[in-house]
């Protein structure tokens, strides 16, 4: 069994849709299951819809309208006109999307986030699989809820999984008899058989649950760069391809916030000693890098992690107390009911700072519930550097003529919180 994962970038419009279809073609295998996320930019469109609805401005509807108008045009160019029964697929996609928001009466922005967002994973998988069964690769599309079950923690739903092993193991076996199963990323269902996101870029973690459930022989990720590389190379042209990694330098590139794989991906993986092979999707013949149990990390070379849209909030005592046991229960306790991860943290004798994603719906329930015991001091628009394996030569020239509000050492990684001009 192989598992494999196409992002957006790599479905973005129907030249890249053929692409996927001639990378399958060329793995026949029916033991194969194949994780899609949302075309494009579509995930921005859809955040886009959510935050006009949720501010009562009806716009929404334009906009889901101009999507729409943008997969039909994809579809026209697959199918050459053609292609009726995606085409109306897609339609009642968005027909159910519209009648969700007419009809919704919670007003809670996490719920329905994920009732929307999910709509381009679901649109992406129609088209692909509709597409690579007009051209002869017979797969079988599958609705990931039928097998991802989470908790009702939606934007970041916590995977059942005993539940969805059983699912999984229920449903796949039988399905690749007739051929390999497309299946979207990113999406569960609750109890209730609502819809859950597993976070932003959660495509890769529901390829690691499927590859964990089925004990697959390999994962595959299918990304616009040849493999894992230590930098982005979009922002640093000087970019290594890494050949191999070990499961634990993954896990730390992830964790202080690498793209090149979603953060909970390694452990499932880890768990069974299934590796993970990063590959391009541009230039498919060749091999990418593995991550695995094992690997030659002894020339690493530093890898570099920049995270822009951070947000620095301090918190000291209003009584100018020492900043105590009790005064961090109460923050963590908080900032973990939201799901708000910590980035970066530091502790001084009055105050208790934290480095976190600029998540301003979560951070300003998060301070409405603080503000009462702490005073609170907020810096946006901040940058946060991580280089693991360092060397004094990089630390100056990437943090040179940058405000430095917060710096960390160990003796493998720095970070550094600074402000960019």
């Not at 849709?17 to 859809?46: D, F, H, Q, W, Y």
């Not at 998988?125 to 002869?136: F, L, P, R, W």
């Not at 030659?296 to 947000?311: A, C, D, G, V, Y």
Request: with cysteine.
């Amino acid at each position: 069994m192989q598992v494999y994962k196409f992002g957006g970038a790599s479905v973005k419009d129907a030249p890249s849709v053929k692409n996927v279809a001639t990378i399958l073609r060329a793995n026949p295998s029916k033991e194969k299951v194949v994780v899609i996320s949302a075309m494009g930019k579509s995930t921005n469109e859809l955040e886009k819809v959510v935050n006009l609805y949720t501010a009562g401005d009806q716009g929404w509807q334009h906009v889901l309208d101009e999507l729409y108008s943008k997969h039909m045009v994809i579809i026209n160019e697959l199918f050459d006109g053609k292609g009726e029964e995606a085409k109306q697929a897609v339609a009642t996609i968005i027909d159910k999307a519209k009648a969700f928001l007419q009809q919704d009466q919670s007003h809670n922005y996490n719920f329905v986030y994920d009732q929307i967002v999910s709509v381009g994973e679901y649109i992406s998988t129609t088209i692909v699989s509709e597409y690579c069964n007009d051209q002869g690769i017979n797969n079988t599309l599958l609705d990931a809820k039928q097998c991802i079950h989470t908790d009702n923690a939606y934007t970041e739903g916590k995977i059942d999984w005993k539940k969805t092993e059983k699912a999984i193991n229920d449903t796949i076996p039988v399905l690749v008899q007739e051929g390999f199963v497309i299946t979207q990323g990113f999406i569960g269902s609750t109890p209730e058989g609502f819809t859950t996101t597993l976070g932003r870029e959660g495509s890769d973690y529901t390829a690691a649950i499927f590859s964990y459930c089925l004990n697959a022989e390999r994962m595959t990720v299918w990304k616009d760069v040849a493999g894992v590389m230590n930098a982005d190379p979009k922002e640093f042209k000087e970019a290594q391809f890494l050949s191999e990694i070990t499961y634990l330098e993954a896990i730390e590139m992830t964790y202080y916030g690498a793209s090149v794989i979603h953060p909970k991906t390694i452990k499932p993986l880890q768990n069974k000693n299934i590796p993970l092979e990063v590959r391009s999707f541009i230039d498919h013949s060749k091999r990418g890098s593995i991550i695995a149990a094992t690997a030659n990390t002894s020339f690493l070379p530093p890898i570099i992690i920049l995270k822009r849209e951070q947000t620095l909030l301090s918190f000291s005592a209003k009584d100018f107390s020492f900043i105590a046991e009790d005064h961090l229960s109460k923050v963590f306790s908080v900032f973990a009911a939201h799901r708000l991860r910590i980035n970066m943290m530091q502790n001084a004798a009055i105050s208790f700072s934290i480095c976190i994603d600029t998540k301003k719906e979560k951070i300003e329930n998060i301070l409405e519930e603080l503000e009462s015991d702490f005073q609170i001091v907020i810096n946006e628009n901040l940058t946060l550097l991580t280089i693991r394996h360092y060397n004094t030569g990089i630390i100056d020239r990437l943090t040179k003529d940058k405000d430095i509000l917060l710096r960390q050492i160990s003796r493998q990684t720095i970070q550094v919180l600074m402000r960019e001009y």
